[in-house]
């Protein structure tokens, strides 16, 4: 493999579990046909998955700087493809929901451990071109996911979208042993497994809470508790990451207003972009008739435009203020989204597509500077941190999103349809509810960026460090 041997082994690995965040949006009523589940189990079945990734992702990062970044990967694949196996092979809801937990997991042990592995395998220009090619990876893989769902669902049924990383897993574990050398922080001493368990909790019981609200009502004794206890873990979170010695977060970065607001987009981000494509999935298979793959090309202006945006902005746009990149990014997948509600009871699938382009347009503006820009805000030694810290507010933005968004889908479409709407009205009052829900997101975080968001595009000095940094991670 040569020199680029430990980018192909990282780049299997990360192309697989981002894939794995939305191959499933467009299997879902082929899945919900098979093993006969709820709504609510199906927003699990995506959710769960998120959440793990997020909830565990900067614990997973402590950990391998710890024990060995390359070991604490391929046990990441390792248990990602058992995961991937048991979500195949499920034979209930209930199951594929528990499988993808662990799934997510697994991947949070991958993720961690990427962008450490890159820097301490290359230098110089070969790390810049090693970078840029993960990142386009990143791109890719967030963007195929609905057309590959929908490719193997129709051809060799819902299953096949879990056991299809079986043997990318195999490979990647193979040949990550062969050409990946092992490292890990000198500086690491322990694990701040308190701070793991209560973000954990805090971002479990929060989820939890926004899913099952919409069916057993806001003012249930169990949706209040778990909002309370919420509430408590993430309290508690804020105090003993406020006095540990080894803090999965430090909470003074949030004292610069550009890291905050950045974190604020990052959180919105994908939950603004993505999270809604399940309830759209249902729309195009249910009512309009198409099958997975049609879907998942209805989806495909938004990777397919934010790929080439995301190309151009890196090349014309490198030297302009994030605060304008991101925010006017994610004011344009905010208007993106909340542009497409004006679907009725006779709208075709076409009417999402020029709303789809304007997202894309978005999502390649604004995704590609978020981590750098976060570097640049931050102290050197927090840089790995902070580039922690952005891909945690992202899946969990997303999980958090599917929940919220599904409350507001199913609320919807349940009172069109009390008022004896016709399904096919009923679906779409329903989306046009979610579409407004997932634009305000963006357009308040588009809005929050540009007001917090100082620094400048580029700071040499700073990137050079900050590089560095993480060249020793």
Sequence with gaps: MGKWGP?????????????DVNIV???????????????????????????????????????????????VYVVGLVTFAAASLASGLAPNVGSLIAARAIQGAGAAMMFATTVALIGASYAGRDRGVAFGVWGAVNGAASGIGPILGGLLT????????????????????????????????????????PGIALFATAAGALVYALTRAGEDGWGSPVIVGTFAAAAIALAAFVAVEARS??????????????FTGIMIASLAMSGAAFAYLMYTSMWLQSVQGLGALQAGLVILPIPAVSLVVSLLSGRFLHAVSPRWTIGLG?????AGVAGRAVLTGDSGWAALVPGFAVVGVGVGVAVPNVTAATMASVPPERVGMAAGAVSTFRQLGF???????????????????????SEAAAYASGLNATFLAAGAIGLAAG?????????????PAHQQT???ALAQK
């Design 447 to 459: 809005a929050i960026t540009l007001l917090l968001v100082r620094r400048p595009a580029s700071a």
């Design 245 to 258: 010695p080894s803090p999965i977060l430090d909470l003074r970065l949030f004292r610069s207003p550009s």
């Design 466 to 468: 900050s590089q560095a």
């Design 330 to 334: 994610m004011l344009l997948v905010g």
């Design 154 to 193: 129709e051809q060799l049924g819902w299953r096949s979208t879990f056991l299809v990383n079986l043997p990318v897993s195999v490979a990647a574990v193979a040949l990550t042993l062969r050409v990946v050398d092992e490292s890990r922080n000198p500086d690491a001493r322990r694990i701040d497994l």
């Design 25 to 71: 949006t467009v299997a879902m009523p082929d899945m919900a046909a098979s093993l006969k589940a709820s709504f609510s189990s199906l927003q699990w079945v995506m959710d769960i998955y998120a959440l793990a990734l997020a909830a565990l992702l900067l614990g997973a990062g402590g950990l391998a700087d710890l024990l060995g970044r390359r070991r």
């Design 7 to 19: 980018l192909t082994a990282v780049s299997l690995g990360t192309f697989m579990l981002l894939v």
């Design 399 to 421: 999980a958090v999103s599917v929940a919220v968004l599904g409350t507001v889908f199913r609320a919807k479409l349940q009172d069109a349809l009390d008022h004896t709407v």
